[in-house]
């Protein structure tokens, strides 16, 4: 009966840790955050023409001085790196499948 009623305790606590770890990462990174999020939106609010033009094009500009700086940073802190394709690998993946992009 003690295990029983101490497992009541245990799943709770555990449970918080566990939110607060899978929380932790996002609260760490928030402009890579902020970035993972556009680049989400863009994914899933664009149609998949839309997504092949956008591929076909290279970026010129501001946009892609912002890229190149994007690049770096994830090149230069694994951690973030991987938080971010972690945050953003299955929608785009998701969408490239939709679109006939990936086999």
Known sequence: MKKFASLFVLVPALLQVGVAQAQAPQQQYPLMDM????II???TNSTCVQLATAKSEKP???KAVMEQRAVAALKADPQMRAAFIAKVAAP????M???GMIP
């Open 35 to 38: 970035l993972a999020q556009k």
């Open 41 to 43: 939106d863009k994914y």
């Open 60 to 62: 010129t500009g501001e």
């Open 92 to 95: 785009i993946a998701n969408k």
């Open 97 to 99: 499948f939709e679109c």
